[in-house]
């Protein structure tokens, strides 16, 4: 199963709302990934977990705040967006995080920022 | 600076015919080299990698991709296009994390 699942699928939120979004992997995997994509453009690393313990921060805005509760669930929290923010929220996973590893990728959660 | 080319924005290709994609990278090292595919509103599929060892690099849905050193390139290919394969297609060398490429739309008229 190389199944990464993300919800919701899709978010309307005003500029101070606070959402979360979430992403789930059962393949055992320790490492976890948020990409940010736009509109037929590649995805933009966000953050990385390895073994639940931020790894690296691609200089993202603090209104983005990622948590990874365990191995399986991985949260983006938001809070505070701009409509810039808008985009398609990708999440993935893989055995490690270590080079040359395959990344599985989720569905991705489509964000709107009114 | 890393950095990956696609130098094609779209690609028009007949159905039964043989497809490229092109993708050429710059990258310090030997880099281990990606394909994904993206179907309209959905995540990324893996399709093939490079690590080591043979030049031509078999993958998921007919798919296959030449590394060629010298030119440090990393083309994507299928002998026989099917309508199913019109999709967006990313390059993504990986230095340390993925890079992505801009994509090429892939589109396969039938």
């Known amino acids: 199963d190389t199944e990464v699942t993300q919800t919701p699928k899709h978010l309307v939120m005003g500029m101070t709302n606070k959402k979360s979004l979430k992403c789930e992997q059962h393949?055992?995997?320790?490492?976890m990934y948020w990409y940010k994509q736009k509109a037929k453009k590649p995805p933009e690393l966000m953050f990385v977990y390895s073994y639940e313990k931020l790894s690296i921060n691609e200089s993202v805005p603090s209104r983005f705040s990622p948590e990874c509760p365990n191995s399986s669930l991985l949260n983006l929290h938001l809070h505070a967006l701009q409509p810039e923010d808008s985009a398609l929220y990708l999440c993935?996973?893989?055995?490690?995080?270590?080079?040359?590893?395959?990344?599985?990728f989720g569905p991705g959660t489509r964000l709107l920022v009114l | 600076a890393q950095s990956v080319a696609q130098p094609e924005d779209q690609v028009n290709v007949a159905e039964g015919n043989p497809l490229t994609v092109k993708c050429t990278y710059s990258?310090?090292?030997?880099?281990?080299l990606f394909w994904y595919v993206q179907y309209p509103n959905r995540g990324l599929q893996f399709l093939l990698k490079?690590?080591?060892?043979?030049?031509l690099v078999k993958g998921s849905y007919g798919f296959e991709a030449e590394f060629n050193k010298s030119q440090t390139s990393f083309h994507l290919k299928k002998p026989s296009a099917l309508v199913s394969d019109s999709a967006l297609y990313f390059c993504a060398p990986y230095p340390g994390k993925l890079i992505f490429g801009q994509g090429t739309e892939l589109s396969v008229k039938p």
């Open positions: 990258v310090s090292g030997n880099p281990y």
């Open positions: 490079y690590i080591t060892g043979d030049n």
């Open positions: 993935a996973s893989s055995q490690e995080g270590t080079s040359g590893e395959t990344q599985y």
């Open positions: 393949m055992g995997h320790r490492a």
